[in-house]
């Protein structure tokens, strides 16, 4: 599906097979399926190969890259492209990426499922992309040397052409197209050494930016079908209740309103506008049991943690004897606490789908295409290769859209009326949709000898487990490694070391949220590292420095970001600066924040991120998404939180769940220290250590430490 274009109606897809097959004799030119290491390839002379396509080249010339991840603003449909590009030898110009269609060959290698998470899509995109660029070209190469009867050793591609310099031949990729497509595919293509590149490494403009500007690209709110019906449902108000009774008879008499449909979750009314959804939904005279969470609330849970903090916890890691080395020094210890935190995407969930009885199609803006066509076929009764998955692009993301909540009632709405169906989630329905970032309670104790050397440190962290939600397969020993992420591979040199946790499930649904464990570990790690710097009368960038001895990466961004900050010099009057640095999904970030308070209020004047992501693709993708990073943590450290009372989430929208406005974002000044070799994440690594950095400069300007978000004096 071109993203690029209005939806419209059309039936089921054949296989994959066909469709690539028809697609390339439509063309008549070169659709190339590349296979990733140690899978089977289809066979056939002319046909391509399938599956696995990334790559289509047309008798023109034109390349059309398909990117199998979810453009959420993070720059996929950029640095994807790059990667294949690159190897190919492709003119940039003639390069156009497509939403790839769900299927087992885009297989994510780490999640065992098509998705998008873990800033990871480069990472994991990096060898297969790569390797489907370079057969393509060694299988382009091939085909002109065969048609002009030479070595192909002795021709060259460059820029969407194969040369042979010695008869100063030369024919373009659309012209050897159809040749190429004859031609096997190597198995292990000949990758470019890194002084080759031309375009790994440097700014390219984003493809999708065009698109986005003249209101071209369709967002999951965008699709329109004819004769499309709208959904809002009703759910109930206290996390956990169930439906009990609702009067649908005059409901169905109100103008626009054409079905009203009880699902697992609750009830929808279905018409043919959002309005009319909306209305005939308040007119439904609901009722609710309220079930076992009506007396839950935020303070509750906290005294709740802090009752847990005095159990056994569940050893994520030990080195030493903490301990005993801890009473042997000076003894200091403290409690950080974060709430639960919404995702607030800019764009409300919403699935568009159409449950026909040969297979379901979904319109959706989603990070897991293959969790989509699980839950389809599960509703349906059909098998998850009758599900149809046209992505769309995302209007916010941060993990929130991995979740299938949105997709399973459009799905279960559309199986009962028979006609497709876009369900719409309000404001307030996303915010109070159940899917939160988990609050926890993490305890802190150190000890420092005579010199303020860390003699030992003991960290214990209580809270829920995302994973047991989301892949309960990832759970090791009774261990979710999100929860202490951050925490049992901190990075400081500490002889004496162990980190705890205790599990609990106050049975508030919790899920992925930009940088998940590290989002509120950074700041209770990073905020207790300037506590010890303190009490030992140490510079917290020195202290922090010190301890980073075997950490070549952390120092040398600790290093540059304060060298970048002027580390020590004055700032004006009643500003102070504050550090931290954090590693998160192959990343190491270093952020120094410069601070005010006007009228009591949190001022954030200037922040300077540093950033070591390993090897760099596309650096305005960088230094945009550290920018994004920082911006999303702010909103969390200065604003965010969801609370409860009587088991029911008490924000609904902006005014009592606010972001950060314009008005409040400071100048960020973004610096890359790439180290190359093995590729780090960018997505979520620029959003833990803002949250201590503003804390820790709240500090030196204070001298009050806050240890709980969002910060308030």
């Excluded at 873990?118 to 990472?123: A, D, E, P, Y």
């Excluded at 404001?427 to 899917?435: I, K, M, N, T, V």
């Excluded at 596309?618 to 990073?629: C, F, H, L």
Aim: hydrophobic share 45%; proline share 7%.
């Amino acid at each position: 599906m071109n993203p690029n274009k209005p939806a419209s109606v059309r039936p089921l897809s054949p296989a994959r097979r066909d469709f690539l097959k028809v697609s390339a004799a439509l063309g008549g030119g070169l659709l190339l399926a590349f296979y990733l290491p140690g899978r089977a390839r289809g066979a056939g002379s002319a046909a391509p190969f399938a599956p696995n396509a990334w790559l289509r080249i047309a008798s023109d010339g034109g390349i059309t890259i398909l990117v199998d991840k979810s453009e959420m603003g993070q720059g996929v449909m950029t640095a994807l492209p790059m990667l294949l590009a690159e190897e190919l030898d492709a003119d940039w110009n003639k390069v156009r990426a497509e939403f790839a269609p769900a299927g087992p060959e885009y297989k994510h290698p780490w999640f065992g499922v098509q998705g998008t998470g873990g800033s990871t899509s480069v990472r994991v995109g990096w060898e297969p992309l790569r390797k489907a660029g370079a057969a393509a070209r060694e299988m382009l190469v091939a085909a002109a040397a065969k048609k002009w009867r030479v070595d192909p050793a002795t021709c060259h591609s460059d820029r969407g052409f194969v040369l042979h310099p010695k008869s100063k031949r030369k024919a373009s990729y659309g012209e050897l197209a159809a040749a190429a497509a004859a031609l096997p595919v190597p198995a292990e293509p000949k990758l470019k050494e890194t002084k080759h590149f031309k375009l790994i490494g440097k700014s390219r403009p984003r493809l999708d930016t065009p698109a986005k500007v003249r209101g071209q690209a369709q967002f999951g709110m965008d699709v329109k079908l004819p004769g499309m019906l709208i959904a809002a449902a009703a759910r109930s108000p206290v996390l956990g209740g169930k439906l009990k009774s609702f009067s649908a008879e005059k409901v169905k008499a109100l103008p626009g309103v054409r079905y009203v449909v009880e699902i697992s979750n609750g009830v929808a009314v279905v018409g043919t506008s959002y309005w009319a959804a909306l209305k005939g939904r308040e007119a439904l005279g609901l009722e609710w049991e309220a079930g076992p969470l009506a007396t839950l609330d935020s303070a509750g849970l906290s005294a709740k943690f802090q009752e847990l903090m005095g159990t056994p916890g569940l050893v994520a890691k030990a080195i030493g004897d903490a301990k005993t080395a801890m009473a042997a020094g000076k003894h200091l210890e403290a409690d950080y606490e974060v709430p639960y935190l919404a995702h607030a995407c800019m764009e409300p969930m919403n699935c568009t789908a159409w449950v026909k009885p040969e297979g379901v199609e979904l319109w959706v803006g989603t990070q897991g295409q293959s969790s989509c066509q699980i839950t389809a076929a599960k509703i349906t009764g059909l098998k998850p290769e009758q599900v149809k998955v046209n992505t769309t692009y995302l209007g916010g993301g941060f993990g929130r859209r991995f979740a299938q909540d949105f997709v399973a009632e459009a799905v279960e709405i559309a199986k009962a009326v028979g006609k497709p169906v876009k369900l719409v989630f309000s404001r307030e329905d996303d915010l109070r949709a159940a899917h939160y970032r988990p609050a926890t309670l993490t305890r802190l104790a150190a000890g420092l000898d005579a010199e303020g050397k860390p003699l030992a440190l003991a960290i214990k962290t209580v809270g829920p487990s995302i994973m047991a939600a989301a892949f309960p397969s990832a759970i090791k020993d009774g261990l979710d490694s999100t929860a202490v992420e951050g925490l049992a591979d901190q990075p400081y040199a500490v002889p004496n070391f162990s980190t705890e946790w205790v599990r609990h499930e106050a049975g508030v649904p919790v899920w992925f949220w930009r940088s998940v464990g590290h989002s509120q570990n950074a700041f209770a790690m990073e905020g207790f590292i300037d506590e010890l710097a303190h009490a030992a009368g140490k510079d917290p960038f020195e202290f922090r420095r010190a301890l980073l001895g075997a950490q070549p990466k952390a120092r040398a961004v600790l290093e540059l970001a304060a060298a970048k900050a002027g580390w020590g010099k004055p700032l004006p009057k009643g500003q102070a600066r504050g550090i931290a640095v954090h590693e998160s999904f192959g990343s190491w970030v270093a952020q120094v924040a410069e601070v005010s308070l006007e009228n009591q209020r949190i001022r954030v004047h200037r922040v300077i991120c540093a950033v070591d992501c390993g090897q760099v693709v596309n650096p305005d993708t960088i230094v945009a998404q550290m920018e994004s990073g920082i911006a999303f943590g702010l909103s969390a450290a200065l604003h965010g939180a969801i609370t409860l009372k009587d088991g029911r989430v008490q924000q609904g929208n902006f005014h009592d769940y606010p972001i950060l406005r314009m008005g409040e974002m400071p100048k960020v000044e973004v610096f890359l220290a790439p180290s190359g070799g093995t590729l780090g994440g960018v997505g979520e690594p620029g959003t833990p250590p803002i949250a201590p950095a503003v804390a820790n400069a709240l500090f030196a300007l204070t001298g009050k430490r806050l240890r709980k978000l969002p910060l308030a004096l």
